[in-house]
């Protein structure tokens, strides 16, 4: 039996039908995914590019939105104000500074909220890896 071709108007048919399907396999809207909350006590280590390591100690005792204060030691020193933010995306960053010093991480959030590990930098030159847990 022989076959007859597709009109014009056939195609346009099933290219638009074939558009509207994918149309609508796209979510309408997107979630927003809720800001993670940082607050509390944090310990961990820093491990520097220079090959030496050492403790870190992070309280975040405030935050607003994606905005947090508290304050960061290292090495059991005294304790320096910390700013910073984490966004919905799990993306960290903080700043600790003082006269003469300022030590800047970026890194991201566990799944589960309970780890941040990245990278960080320091004025006078120090930089290296850097992890720390929530304290339950």
Same mark, same amino acid.
């Given at each position: 039996?022989?076959?007859?071709?597709?009109?014009?108007?056939?195609?346009?048919?099933?290219?638009?039908?074939?558009?509207?399907?994918? &149309?609508?396999? !796209?979510?309408?809207? %997107? /979630? +927003?995914? #809720?800001?993670?909350?940082?607050?509390? =006590?944090? $310990?961990?280590?820093?491990?520097?590019?220079?090959?030496?390591?050492?403790?870190?100690?992070?309280?975040?005792?405030?935050?607003?939105?994606?905005?947090?204060?508290?304050?960061?030691?290292?090495?059991?020193?005294?304790?320096?104000?910390?700013?910073?933010?984490?966004? &919905?995306?799990? !993306?960290?960053?903080? %700043? /600790? +500074?003082? #006269?003469?010093?300022?030590?800047?991480? =970026?890194? $991201?959030?566990?799944?589960?909220?309970?780890?941040?590990?990245?990278?960080?930098?320091?004025?006078?030159?120090?930089?290296?890896?850097?992890?720390?847990?929530?304290?339950?």
């Amino acid at each position: 039996m022989p076959t007859r071709p597709l009109s014009r108007l056939t195609v346009s048919l099933y290219a638009a039908a074939f558009v509207c399907l994918l &149309a609508g396999a !796209r979510p309408a809207t %997107t /979630a +927003r995914r #809720p800001i993670p909350d940082v607050r509390g =006590t944090w $310990t961990g280590t820093y491990t520097a590019d220079a090959g030496f390591s050492g403790t870190v100690d992070v309280v975040i005792s405030t935050q607003r939105g994606s905005h947090f204060t508290g304050t960061l030691a290292d090495d059991g020193g005294t304790p320096l104000p910390l700013t910073g933010t984490i966004t &919905a995306a799990r !993306r960290y960053k903080s %700043t /600790a +500074r003082t #006269p003469g010093y300022v030590s800047k991480k =970026t890194g $991201t959030l566990s799944t589960d909220g309970n780890t941040i590990s990245g990278r960080y930098t320091d004025r006078p030159g120090g930089r290296g890896d850097f992890i720390i847990n929530r304290v339950p």
